[in-house]
């Protein structure tokens, strides 16, 4: 696979988030309305798609124990199917709760929802009070170390060096700005800000192409390869290819996040991947 541009994921690719962000979906559901899933159970809801906003995995997971207090008896493969059939995301959790109970009941849901808790919560967790106060420029509704801290960095120095003096490397990510930052300075990678990508920079999120189409033109690339460690990041790659002809894009996933082992790398096939690799830290081996 020969390519001149790499664009790297974060989450799951170059640091591991399984105690951090997924710990603070699973925390800030638990907090507001009593009752959770367990933090395995994420990854079917980023399968379905449209859910590279944790703040919306929140909102989602929310919606789906609220239902179930009201009698919904589905098992998480069945609602996540149901969200991929519906439109994936936030919005397609939401169809598929009317569809399951009603309207009169998916009002009272989305009643007692709290988006805005939700997201307070969740950062509060994440960031803990420190950061929280730097970053949301406000008091944290409770006092946590955060979720952040324990975020344990996957690429290496050596991959660093490998991909940078070969390459131009581009970040595409769906964390607020503000965080990437804290885990690009962690894993020792700049970036300059012409070449990524976060939350704050683009509306339509994974899968949608722009983005990288956009750091293709910038680096004029020929070949680019993405790195991700979800569905929805080899999809993207999979749509800029359809989007745009004059550049070829290879979707390359990882096993470092949610999707492991054979399951994961079958999953990734399904889904277009080019490759599978362990790690980010095996793709200047894969691209020589």
């Not at 790398?265 to 793709?283: F, I, P």
């Amino acid at each position: 696979m020969r390519v001149d541009t790499v664009v790297l994921d974060v989450d799951g690719v170059l640091v591991d988030v399984a105690d951090s962000y997924r710990r603070a979906v699973v925390e800030s559901v638990e907090r507001l309305y009593g009752d959770t899933l367990a933090r395995e159970d994420l990854q079917a809801f980023k399968d379905a798609g449209g859910f590279n906003n944790d703040w919306e995995l929140s909102d989602a997971v929310a919606l789906y124990v609220l239902a179930r207090e009201r009698g919904v008896d589905a098992d998480v493969e069945s609602i996540t199917d149901a969200i991929a059939a519906n439109g994936t995301g936030l919005a397609g959790a939401r169809a598929t709760i009317r569809d399951t109970l009603g309207d009169d009941a998916a009002d009272e849901i989305e009643a007692e929802w709290d988006p805005d808790a939700l997201r307070e919560t969740f950062q509060a967790l994440y960031l803990g009070a420190e950061l929280y106060r730097d970053i949301e420029g406000d008091e944290p509704p409770f006092e946590a170390p955060g979720f952040i801290h324990d975020e344990p960095v996957i690429l290496t120095e050596t991959t660093v060096g490998a991909l940078t003096d070969r390459y131009p490397v581009c970040v595409l990510t769906g964390r607020p700005a503000a965080e990437a930052d804290i885990a690009l300075d962690r894993v020792g990678l700049d970036v300059a800000e012409d070449r990524r990508f976060t939350m704050d920079d683009w509306e339509e999120g994974k899968p949608h192409p722009r983005a990288l189409v956009t750091l293709a033109e910038r680096t004029d690339a020929d070949a680019v390869a993405f790195v991700g460690d979800t569905l929805d990041d080899v999809r993207t790659a999979v749509n800029a290819d359809r989007e745009d002809g004059s550049t070829a894009y290879y979707g390359i996933g990882v096993l470092t996040g949610g999707l492991t082992g054979d399951d994961g790398r079958a999953k990734y096939a399904d889904a277009g991947a080019s490759a599978v690799v362990e790690s980010v830290n095996d793709l200047p081996d894969l691209l020589e």
